[in-house]
């Protein structure tokens, strides 16, 4: 079992910056690839960015590539997503996810998830 906590939601401005962060515990840490996911409400969980287990890689969808940057702390637990010029179609509820085999990009391919952080962007 993976427990996931994440924090830093707020509102904020377009062009402005947040940074979400994703605490784990349970079991080893270093098992998991750790993706970051959103919805709007009624719509489905969309990919955001993901990151191996060592850190070393990471992946992004087209939509924040360029904008947003996943790291990996391993010896405190952490993952964090850094989100620079927000936008308002930024606006959803942010979940991080834990996958234990491969480096997907599928919600229904990781196991764990938190129970959530919103992101609000303003014009």
């Known amino acids: 079992q993976v427990q996931l906590l994440e924090s830093g939601g707020g509102l904020v401005r377009a062009g402005d910056s947040l940074r979400l962060s994703c605490a784990a515990s349970?079991?080893?840490?270093?098992?998991?690839?750790i993706a970051w996911f959103r919805q709007v409400l009624g719509q489905e969980l969309e990919f955001v960015a993901g990151i191996s287990r060592d850190g070393t890689s990471s992946w992004y969808a087209d939509s924040v590539q360029g904008r947003f940057t996943i790291s990996r702390h391993n010896a405190n637990l952490t993952v964090s997503l850094q989100m620079d010029n927000l936008k308002l179609e930024d606006t959803a509820a942010y979940y991080c996810?834990?996958?234990?085999?491969?480096?997907?990009?599928?919600?229904?391919?990781?196991?764990?998830w938190g129970q959530g952080t919103q992101v609000t962007v303003s014009s």
């Open positions: 349970g079991r080893a840490f270093t098992k998991d690839a």
């Open positions: 996810g834990a996958a234990p085999l491969g480096s997907p990009r599928r919600a229904d391919e990781y196991t764990y």
